[in-house]
């Protein structure tokens, strides 16, 4: 320590501050970068590793795709519930809660499935093709509609009755990555062959 105290505050020294941050940082890391408390969530598999993951709206709840199912811990503890996915082996891209925090969807093999989060029940909005997986999912503000990015289109379900409208894409064989509602549920943007479409959702 002498040695590196003469180095760094010799008289002859004009760097002695930051020569001293830097040994701080080299010697000492933990006081700098360290984090006091990390919580970790295990997955189903050891070497997965979660694409995305989101707090329900009163922050209780944590949910993520694992391998065969949207995984929903509680936030303060280690305990999950697993809700399936439609294939064993798929893994969900994406996952969004419900504006009430009632409901969680994701995307599956062929549809979106939206899960009630206090039963083991759940319901399948169908896709344009059956072998498409929607990578993003979103609720209107209000929880009356859905949207998802499928083949040649967006569409938009009625949550509660099932019924959909499709708003077409620019090009006929192009899947929109992503979807969002307009603040007031008045209309729904994504990304298309160049440029960013909006539509006015139909009554």
Known sequence: MMKIGRVFFGKD???GILNLLIASVVFFPS??????????????ARNETPNYAEF???GKCIAAGVLGAVRVWRSQSN?????PTKLKNETPAFVRFSSDGNYIAAGVFGAVRVWE?????????????????????CFSPAGKHM???????VRVWNVRSGK????????????????RFSPDG??????????????ELAE
């Open 186 to 199: 008045r209309y729904i943007v994504a990304g298309s062959y160049g440029t960013v479409r909006i539509w």
């Open 79 to 83: 305990e999950f519930k697993d809700y």
């Open 147 to 153: 949207a998802a990015g499928v083949f040649g289109a």
């Open 56 to 58: 329900s709206p009163d």
């Open 164 to 179: 959909f409208a499709d708003y077409p894409t620019k090009l006929r064989n192009e899947t929109p990555k992503f979807v």
């Open 13 to 15: 020294n004009k760097y």
């Open 31 to 44: 006081t700098l970068v360290g984090q006091e408390s990390v919580r970790s969530y295990k997955t189903v």
């Open 117 to 137: 989060l206090q039963s083991n029940e759940y319901r399948d909005f169908p896709t344009k093709l059956k072998n498409e997986t929607p990578k993003y999912v």
